[in-house]
T-cell receptor, first 116, second 110 residues
Framework: GAVVSQHPSRVICKSGTSVKIECRSLDFQATTMFWYRQFPKQSLMLMATSNEGSKATYEQGVEKDKFLINHASLTLSTLTVTSAHPEDSSFYIC????????????FGNGTRLTVT | GQSLEQPSEVTAVEGAIVQINCTYQTSGFYGLSWYQQHDGGAPTFLSYNALDGLEETGRFSSFLSRSDSYGYLLLQELQMKDSASYFCAVARTAGNKLTFGGGTRVLVKP
């Protein structure tokens, strides 16, 4: 089955620093990847759609200059949280479709970001 | 806007049957998906309905009524390992992003 790998699984950083999260599709090519954010015991909120070779599409209310997304190849998308603040602490999860447009989303294992 | 409503929590005993309802209001509808998420883990795909009717996958089944904007996930022969959060999600167009419901936390007791 389709596998999505996300790294790191956990990261702790200081306020004001930047953190990069990688999302890779291991056995398939993903022209589109989706980045979600999840607070404890809450739902997954879509942040942005990452498109290979073009700019990401951000959801309303998500600061594109703060959450930089780069989809450099068909198997890699990165999310960089710039100038992180404690309120950015959250669980970030990427996902991609491993097949046709009606195929299910496969999720990475998520990144637990803690900003101190 | 888009909204998906599902109960916040359900408790049941091992061996029981649980039905998690999901009603949705979205501008456009392509299909209804269900995902399971254990605490601290990633969501995993359970089931998908694009057409009305019941889809059965082992102990889990999912139902959709497009005319009623309603679906449900049925968990049968509950096991302790089924304790998790379950999310319904809607895709408005083919290949499009998914909008998730608030999630239903299922607690299975011995």
């Amino acid at each position: 089955g389709a596998v999505v790998s996300q790294h790191p699984s956990r990261v702790i950083c200081k306020s004001g620093t930047s953190v990069k999260i990688e999302c890779r599709s291991l056995d398939f090519q993903a022209t589109t990847m989706f980045w979600y954010r999840q607070f404890p015991k809450q739902s997954l909120m879509l942040m942005a759609t990452s498109n290979e070779g073009s700019k990401a599409t951000y959801e309303q209310g998500v600061e594109k200059d703060k959450f930089l997304i780069n989809h450099a190849s068909l198997t890699l998308s990165t999310l960089t949280v710039t100038s992180a603040h404690p309120e950015d602490s959250s669980f970030y999860i990427c996902s991609a479709r491993g097949g046709p447009s009606d195929s299910p989303l496969h999720f990475g294992n998520g990144t637990r970001l803690t900003v101190t | 806007g888009q909204s998906l409503e599902q109960p916040s929590e359900v408790t049941a005993v091992e061996g029981a049957i649980v039905q998690i309802n999901c009603t949705y209001q979205t501008s456009g509808f392509y299909g209804l998906s269900w995902y399971q998420q254990h605490d601290g883990g990633a969501p995993t795909f359970l089931s998908y309905n694009a057409l009305d009717g019941l889809e059965e996958t082992g102990r889990f089944s999912s139902f959709l009524s497009r005319s009623d904007s309603y679906g449900y996930l049925l968990l049968q022969e509950l096991q302790m390992k089924d304790s998790a959060s379950y999310f319904c999600a809607v895709a408005r167009t083919a290949g499009n992003k998914l909008t998730f419901g608030g999630g239903t936390r299922v607690l299975v007791k011995p």
